[in-house]
């Protein structure tokens, strides 16, 4: 007999640490590599599972940043931007930086400039934790580290890689992965107000659906703002690994009885999403063809 749906645990504290504890391993795996981009790193932390508390997952942080050898090392830095030049789609890097956002460009010249003697000096990005640090104290850190030698330096960054790693688990651990979207109309050039959209996820451990795919729960529905905008969706259970919008676009794109019934009455889409994240999910649609992205 087929068993019905898991239904999603309830947000509460901790709820990314449920997941990081319960989810299958490649998927950890993926999540943490995100956190820190060395794979001897996150192989370490998800051997390391089932962590009891926040406590624990820091300190297994600790100990696996204190374990890096130099390539491990190297593959961790090579995945941070410059101080200054967050990666285009990179959330965690420009929320970090964010010091460094409105800082004058003058400042933003030199840290280019310094960014580049420091590369030439160490072989390897500026690497500082840099979340609640304005520019100039970036700057003035980076100035300073410049005198160190080469093995001190690569301590203190391995000291600054723990910190950085240690907020983005905080946040994996604390914080369900949230939604956003925003509905464009490309024929019309402009936003598309009114049309209703759902949320749907699926939960690890639930019965498969239809042709063995994934069993979609209902979580939210609401409708776009005058802007096309759908920015109130409540945040998703701590155990969903996939999330469906649903776009009901036929009363957009065909709004009167006498119109043609739309070609794509709605559009769907299925992303996967972990604890942690925001996901922006816009929609660009026309009348014979739509495209969605991740935004920011």
């Known amino acids: 007999m087929t068993q019905p749906p898991a239904t999603p645990p309830e947000p509460g504290p901790h709820r990314g640490l449920a997941w990081l504890n319960a989810a299958g391993r490649p998927a950890v795996l993926a999540a943490l590599r995100r956190v820190c981009a060395s794979r001897a790193w996150a192989e370490r932390l998800a051997a390391a599972r089932p962590f009891p508390d926040a406590a624990a997952l820091l300190a297994a942080n600790e100990a696996a940043t204190a374990a890096l050898d130099p390539a491990a090392l190297a593959e961790a830095l ?16 420009a929320r970090e930086q964010r010091g460094m956002a409105d800082a004058p460009e003058a400042l933003r010249a030199e840290m280019t400039d310094l960014n580049l003697a420091y590369q030439e000096r160490f072989g390897h990005v500026f690497l ?9 104290r970036m700057r003035d850190a980076l100035r300073a580290r410049m005198a160190n030698p080469p093995e001190a330096e690569r301590e203190v960054v391995r000291a600054e890689l723990a910190k950085i790693n240690a907020l983005r688990l905080t946040r994996l651990a604390d914080s369900a992965a949230t939604v956003s ?12 107000a009114g049309v209703a959209v759902s949320l749907a996820v699926a939960v690890e451990g639930a019965a498969p659906g239809p042709g063995g795919g994934p069993a979609w729960i209902a979580h939210a529905a609401a409708r776009t703002d005058a802007d096309g905008r759908c920015a109130g969706l409540p945040p998703l259970p701590g155990g969903a690994g996939l999330a469906r919008l649903t776009f009901a676009t036929g009363a957009h794109l065909a709004p009167g009885r006498e119109a043609p019934p739309a070609f794509f009455p709605e559009a769907a889409v299925s992303f996967a999403v972990v604890p942690g994240e925001h996901y922006h999910v816009p929609l660009l649609l026309s009348p014979y063809g739509y495209s969605v992205y991740r935004g920011s």
């Open 78 to 93: 090579a995945a941070h931007p410059p101080i200054g030049r967050p990666e285009p789609g990179d959330p965690a890097s």
């Open 181 to 192: 979207t925003h509905v464009l109309d490309t024929a019309a050039g402009r936003p598309a």
């Open 128 to 136: 500082i934790c840099a979340t609640g640090l304005s520019g100039e």
